[in-house]
């Protein structure tokens, strides 16, 4: 996210937009057992002197979340908010490892996704199969983030990918 804003600026601006919303909606009938929200995580702006650390950036967004969305709404899928993809990934795998909440949470990422995969293409048709190749890589760590399953050292190991592809990996289950 841009700004030089603390983890506490976003916190208070995320708890003051999501309480607005869920009272108009609210306000306008809207059955929220329809609904999926598209938030930002409760971080630190880019050019903040301060970065908070992967379980900080987890457990604030969980509280922000906690204190302001209705456990009506089934899920929350996660935008990057110009989060590096590690960083995006990390984040939602924390949150989902604590567990502690009513909704289902994924990614609805952006950047976080195409980062890559935009980097690898470079534009040239020769690049096609290393940019889907990290196009797989990238969609498979964020589903394992979302299972509350991924692990740094999936990331630094190039050949992870190889290896589990194809492998029946299980889907992840509704809370109830």
């Known amino acids: 996210m841009n700004g030089s804003h603390d983890i506490d600026r976003c916190a208070e601006v995320t708890e003051f937009v999501l309480n607005t919303v869920f009272s108009e909606l ?3 009938r809207v059955v929220l057992e329809g609904t999926v929200l598209k938030p930002n995580m409760i971080i630190s702006g880019t050019k903040s002197a301060r ?3 992967v379980a900080e950036v ?3 967004t969980i509280k922000v979340l906690k204190r302001c ?3 009506a709404v089934p899920g929350i899928a996660f935008l990057s908010g110009g989060q590096s993809e590690e960083s ?3 984040h939602l ?3 989902n490892k604590s567990g502690d909440f009513p909704w289902r ?3 609805s990422y952006g950047r976080a996704l195409q980062a890559a995969t935009q980097k690898a293409w470079s534009g040239r048709s020769e690049n096609v199969a290393a940019a889907q190749r990290a ?3 990238r969609a498979r760590m964020n589903g394992l983030a979302a299972r509350g399953q991924w692990k740094p050292e999936m990331e630094e190991d190039a050949q992870w990918g190889l290896q589990h592809h194809g492998k029946n990996v299980s889907m992840p289950q509704p809370r109830k």
Do not use: I, K
Request: aromatic share 12%; with cysteine.
């Open 26 to 28: 609210y306000q306008s």
């Open 51 to 53: 970065q908070c650390c």
């Open 58 to 60: 987890a457990e604030r």
């Open 69 to 71: 969305v209705p456990s």
């Open 88 to 90: 995006a990934t990390a």
């Open 93 to 95: 795998d924390a949150m």
């Open 105 to 107: 949470l994924t990614f």
């Open 135 to 137: 196009f797989s890589h």
